[in-house]
């Protein structure tokens, strides 16, 4: 992998950018010096005459850079160990540049050990198959701390404001989804009060802690002071309050509307991972929720149910749902891959209300359903609608 340029903002401006790395003298230059260098390492450890290079100059299309790659293949000599292959392949040639042996020199001269960034990562199967890739662009995570390498190779005739700006056309892959990552609270406003007010407070703070997100309360007070003062105490409001990575807060708030507090809830076919740490945090990563919440209530149910991998209940899109199986009321537990929504943890709190790890029997034989949010209070629920395949 040598040569780089940024995906284009438009179709038109995609074509470009490929057809610019493909005919940039300046990155093939690179791409055949490191492919000649990997083709000089391969030849220490391979069958003479075996070594050629099958693809030169390929350019692979990913979501925010075009690559251009060389494929390089050799049959190794018979008498040759893992130790061996690695020693010579390993830094590869594209990381250290060329000549090899002082560049490295040079590294380890002016540089901090790089940990995991560059080095070798992959897999030797029992059959002694094996593929290893380098670590760029890769993050490692330790003890709830990441660190993560970007780089680019300096030539004798690099622009070093051009290179910078390649870089962080590399970290895209991870800024962006970084910058757009956000929590947040939808609160009920209702006669001059916040319902909830200090759960809501409770669960942005525990998440912001998780996710190390700056948090100020005095922001967040300042928030609530803005809905109050600009709405009306005697109607309805939803109130959206958003917290993203730098710890900015961004205020929404809106009536209200007329719900209906009854009616049918459907089950969707997409199956849930009960393990992804985000279930049980309120953040923007739910377009699954989303979009087939919209859907179910465009075609008039209350909401739409999910199931995780094992077909257990887990909760609805913007609800968490409640069964009655003789005189108890059961939720499904945080470890079945839910939010723990605050109407649902009053529950909790009284007589008869349990946690209970629920299946679709469960929910068929059930005395009564019902669906719960602190922004609507229970929604009964008198038909369910099951499209999934036993």
Known sequence: ??????????????????????????????????????????????????????????????????????????????????????????PGGSITGAPKLRAMQLIQELEKPR????????????????????????????????????????????????EWLEILEKAKFFTEASNKFSLFETILYKNGIFYFQKEHLKRIKNSAKTFGFPFSE?????????????????????????????????????????????????????????????????????????REGKRSREAGHLDILFLNEKKEITEGSISNIFVKIGNSYFTPPVSSGLLPGIFRNRLLKRKGFYEKTLSLDDLFRSNSVFLCNSLRGILRVKEVYNFIKE
């Open 218 to 290: 005095q922001e967040w007070i300042s928030c609530l002071k803005k809905v109050s003062t600009n709405c009306i105490s005697s109607n309805t409001y939803r109130v959206k309050i958003s917290l993203n990575y730098l710890g900015k807060f961004t205020l929404e708030f809106q009536t209200l509307e007329n719900f209906p507090k009854k009616g049918t809830l459907k089950i969707c076919n997409t199956l849930m991972n009960s393990s992804s740490g985000f279930r049980k945090h309120k953040t923007n990563l739910r377009e699954i929720y989303d």
């Open 1 to 90: 992998m040598k040569g780089t340029y940024p995906r284009g903002k438009s179709p038109k401006e995609d074509k470009k950018n490929a057809e610019a790395l493909i005919n940039s003298d300046k990155e093939k230059a690179e791409n055949l010096m490191i492919t000649d260098l990997m083709r000089n390492d391969l030849g220490k450890i391979s069958k003479e005459g075996s070594v050629h290079v099958q693809n030169l100059f390929s350019v692979e299309k990913y979501k925010t850079i075009f690559q251009m790659t060389s494929t390089i293949q050799s049959e190794l000599l018979d008498s040759i160990e893992w130790k061996d292959i690695f020693k010579e392949l390993f």
């Open 115 to 162: 940990g995991v960034y560059t080095g070798a990562i992959g897999v030797i199967q029992p059959n002694q198959n094996a593929v290893f890739s380098i670590g760029i662009r890769t993050l490692e995570l330790k003890k709830g701390k990441g660190n993560i390498g970007i780089g680019s190779g300096i030539t004798w005739d690099s622009d070093p404001e051009k």
